[in-house]
């Protein structure tokens, strides 16, 4: 998905096998979509797009499972597709999906949303799949993904709707006012050195985060922000932390800490 209707345009995110857009305007052989599963818009050349019709198009979407395989074949009569994590699988049954007139074979691991454990746990086995993916601004892939890509297309595995863009996801889930109080799959947000949010990861246990930031990786965090141990220094300043997950009970520790802005923006030196 590119900003304008051309190739020399800045790619602002990618759509995955599977997913589906409705299109508000032609132009040059692009097409301007509206992407289903978060709003997002962008120009897409014409030529990847697949017309379906109306009843095929809820269809899509009410009934589809989402590939678990880093990489895996998607095979047809005549040729073969590699379809990447988090890729979707229109109306498949178990052995074969189906995408208009075309039916395709696929053996590998699949998850339905709508069945998807929505725990810490998946979320935190999902997203270190991707890890030493590379940082790529608008994928959505193994291949290369941005940070709010990361996030959205892990929580897309586990059935959760996450908006495009950090500064989007930010508005999603509840509030996490200390960080002893984070629990496995919380989202931690960033700020951006202007006032606002620029940076986006899932929190693990043990006081870690998992990040697209030149490639996927984990590293320390805690109420200042991501501590990177290759850099021996604060890399991202901690703005908020929101819950997408059902709580899980956790006792807060003497002493903690709130990730309220205005402590956080007294740390500003941390990050020189």
Known sequence: MRAHPSDKSE????????ETVEISESKDGWRHVVCAWDGFIGWVDAKQLRPLTPSEYDD?????????????GLMA????????????????????????????QFSGPVVTPDQAPRTG???????????????????RSPFGIDASGFTQIVFKIAGIRLLRDAT???TQGRPV??????????????DNGKGGIGHVGII???????????????????????????QNRYTHQLRVVKRLLPDTPVQEAPGAKSVAEDELFSQAALFD
């Open 77 to 104: 009569a005549d040729h073969f597709i590699p379809l990447t994590l988090g890729a979707t699988l229109p109306r498949y049954d178990g052995l074969r999906c189906q995408l208009g007139d075309l039916s395709f």
């Open 177 to 190: 006012d200390f960080m002893e109080q984070c629990q496995m799959g919380d989202l931690a947000f960033f």
């Open 11 to 18: 790619m602002v995110s990618q759509l995955l096998f599977g």
């Open 121 to 139: 746990e998946w979320i935190a086995k999902i997203a270190r799949r991707y890890l030493h993916a590379p940082y790529l601004w608008g994928g």
């Open 168 to 170: 989007q996801q930010v």
């Open 204 to 230: 693990l246990p043990d006081c870690h985060v998992i990040h697209a930031s030149g490639k996927v990786r984990v590293d320390k965090l805690d109420h200042f922000g991501i501590f990177n141990a290759d």
């Open 60 to 72: 899509y979407r009410e009934h589809s499972s989402i590939n678990l395989s880093l990489v895996e």
